[in-house]
């Protein structure tokens, strides 16, 4: 294989998981939960209508590997590995001279440590399968590219931002693929609760409801406090992995991409927070920007 280009650029990518296109300034949340997000949005490329291919975790993610819908490959519902016989976009990458990384949940495996022929072809990992059972908001427990487990510190969103800065230090000086899955805004499943950081909650507690949640029965009045909490952290988590690619000289070779596996409509819809073909449960925002897309364009 020859050495890769410089004019290839480096790709990160960012997956939120059950995050409302609502929840951004852009889309005209009126909290300024996401500056940066929308700093995003302004200087690349937003799209403005963008669906997830399933609102569910695991085939919405199986799309995102691959390029393919999860009724092709199989994986229409949660617990369904990713299979090994089609091409994904870590394969595709590393096939381009490009390492590739993996940080955050999978939920593409059947079990957890995630076995190599399970990890769709990454070449670094750092992941949980069902991450939300492997971690609470303070106590995260992800698997290295040995199986072994690995303690980060901190609140879950920012230790795995910590991981991706650490990557991008590691591999500043070749083109790189990294693909980073938070779990944030996800509720915890063994609690049925959205645990923001201390005292966050309290700042957006009662202060917005969006309004195809505002006269359902559900459960956002209880629990959008938390969840949008949740978002605010995670969104300054972006901001410190700019600020990293600044500090290397690899903001205007990278693309970064943002976006999130499906939505949320809090038990509006159906008997919990997601599985339905409504736009809350699957329109997400998604924006770009870096090299090929500095220029505001809605798609």
Same mark, same amino acid.
Request: proline share 8%.
């Given at each position: 294989?020859?050495?890769?280009?410089?004019?290839?650029?480096?790709?990160?990518?960012?997956?939120?998981?059950?995050?409302?296109?609502?929840?951004?300034?852009?889309?005209?949340? &009126?909290?300024?939960?996401?500056?940066?997000?929308?700093?995003? +949005?302004?200087?690349?490329?937003?799209? +403005?209508?963008?669906?997830?291919?399933?609102?569910?975790?695991?085939?919405?993610?199986?799309?995102?590997?691959?390029?393919?819908?999860?009724?092709?490959?199989?994986?229409?519902? @949660?617990?369904? &590995?990713?299979?090994?016989?089609?091409?994904?976009? +870590?394969?595709?990458?590393?096939?381009?001279?490009?390492?590739?990384?993996?940080?955050?949940?999978?939920?593409?495996?059947?079990?957890?440590?995630?076995?190599?022929?399970?990890?769709?072809?990454?070449?670094?990992?750092?992941?949980?399968?069902?991450?939300?059972?492997?971690?609470?908001?303070?106590?995260?427990?992800?698997?290295?590219?040995?199986?072994?487990?690995?303690?980060?510190?901190?609140?879950?969103?920012?230790?795995?931002?910590?991981?991706?800065?650490?990557?991008?230090?590691?591999?500043?000086?070749?083109?790189?693929?990294?693909?980073?899955?938070?779990?944030?805004?996800?509720?915890?499943? #063994?609690?049925?609760?959205?645990?923001?950081?201390?005292?966050? #909650?309290?700042?957006?507690?009662?202060?917005?409801?969006?309004?195809?949640?505002?006269?359902?029965?559900?459960?956002?009045?209880?629990?959008?406090?938390?969840?949008?909490?949740?978002?605010?952290?995670?969104?300054?988590?972006?901001?410190?992995?700019?600020? +990293?690619?600044?500090?290397?000289?690899?903001?205007?070779?990278?693309?970064?991409?943002?976006?999130?596996?499906?939505? @949320?409509?809090?038990?509006?819809?159906?008997?919990?927070?997601?599985?339905?073909?409504?736009?809350?449960?699957?329109?997400?925002?998604?924006?770009?920007?870096?090299?090929?897309?500095?220029? &505001?364009?809605?798609?």
């Amino acid at each position: 294989m020859s050495d890769p280009s410089p004019q290839q650029p480096n790709v990160i990518v960012v997956l939120t998981d059950q995050q409302r296109w609502d929840t951004t300034g852009v889309h005209g949340n &009126p909290l300024d939960l996401t500056p940066e997000f929308d700093r995003m +949005a302004r200087e690349g490329t937003l799209v +403005a209508q963008a669906l997830t291919p399933q609102p569910v975790c695991g085939p919405a993610r199986s799309s995102l590997q691959t390029g393919m819908f999860p009724t092709a490959l199989g994986t229409f519902r @949660n617990g369904v &590995p990713l299979p090994n016989d089609v091409p994904t976009l +870590a394969g595709q990458f590393a096939a381009a001279g490009y390492a590739t990384g993996y940080i955050g949940k999978w939920h593409l495996a059947s079990s957890d440590p995630v076995p190599a022929h399970e990890r769709g072809g990454y070449e670094y990992w750092l992941g949980s399968n069902t991450l939300e059972y492997t971690s609470d908001a303070y106590q995260t427990v992800m698997w290295d590219g040995d199986e072994q487990p690995v303690r980060l510190v901190g609140y879950r969103s920012d230790a795995i931002i910590d991981a991706a800065i650490r990557f991008i230090a590691d591999h500043h000086d070749q083109p790189f693929l990294l693909f980073v899955s938070l779990l944030e805004p996800h509720h915890q499943n #063994a609690t049925d609760t959205y645990p923001a950081p201390t005292g966050y #909650a309290e700042r957006y507690t009662g202060r917005w409801v969006p309004a195809d949640l505002a006269a359902q029965e559900g459960t956002a009045h209880q629990h959008l406090g938390g969840y949008l909490g949740q978002i605010k952290r995670v969104d300054e988590g972006l901001g410190r992995l700019r600020d +990293a690619l600044t500090s290397l000289s690899l903001e205007a070779s990278t693309v970064l991409a943002w976006t999130s596996d499906h939505g @949320n409509h809090f038990h509006t819809r159906n008997a919990e927070y997601k599985r339905s073909a409504h736009e809350s449960s699957i329109r997400v925002p998604l924006a770009l920007t870096g090299p090929g897309r500095a220029s &505001p364009v809605a798609a």
